[in-house]
């Protein structure tokens, strides 16, 4: 058994898991091959499908519609049955960036954020190698990756966020995804268990 907290679907049997972190750190891929490896339905991320149909690098303006949007793909995927879900980034992502490369986020997106917060977050490092895209506002540099890893980092266990590294390449950062799941799904269960047999 397991219990879930802040589940807008109110069901209480789905694992949410985020695949959160800056740029160029391999999120998409490894939400793929997470829901692959654990037949999951899985989501896009709201703000790469914003960018790809504007054209352009976002601009402050575009966070609020970037947020809707990111909201509905959540929503959409939260309205099945399934027992777990692997995002693409959430909500967070579009606060921590917001602030990232603005200085400012729209005030009503940080409550709902942590109203949505999902079960886990697995928080991607910075050990892939930067890919060039036209539409980055970050950098490629060793210092600005790092601030940006913080950035996610601190923002995530600020908001009570249960967050697990993942680290290294190719099948090795997939393992290490996995081995977070198995290792928190199972000290979730062992602390319900525990609770419910206590007089």
Known sequence: MTVKQNNPSGDESCLRIVVSGSECTGKTALARALAAVFGAPFSSEGARDYVNELGRAVQFSDVEPIARRQIAIEDA???GDSRMIIFDTDLFSTLIYSRLYFGRCPDWIEPLCR???ADLYLLCGIDLPWVKDDFQRGRGTPA???HAHSVFAKALHKS???VA???GLDDS?????ISAIEAWSGGRRIAVDQAL???
């Open 144 to 146: 600005k990756r790092q």
């Open 160 to 162: 009570g966020c249960s």
């Open 173 to 177: 950062r997939l393992q290490c995804a």
């Open 197 to 199: 047999e206590s007089p």
């Open 165 to 167: 590294p993942v680290d």
């Open 115 to 117: 109203e949505r917060r």
């Open 77 to 79: 995927l939260l309205a």
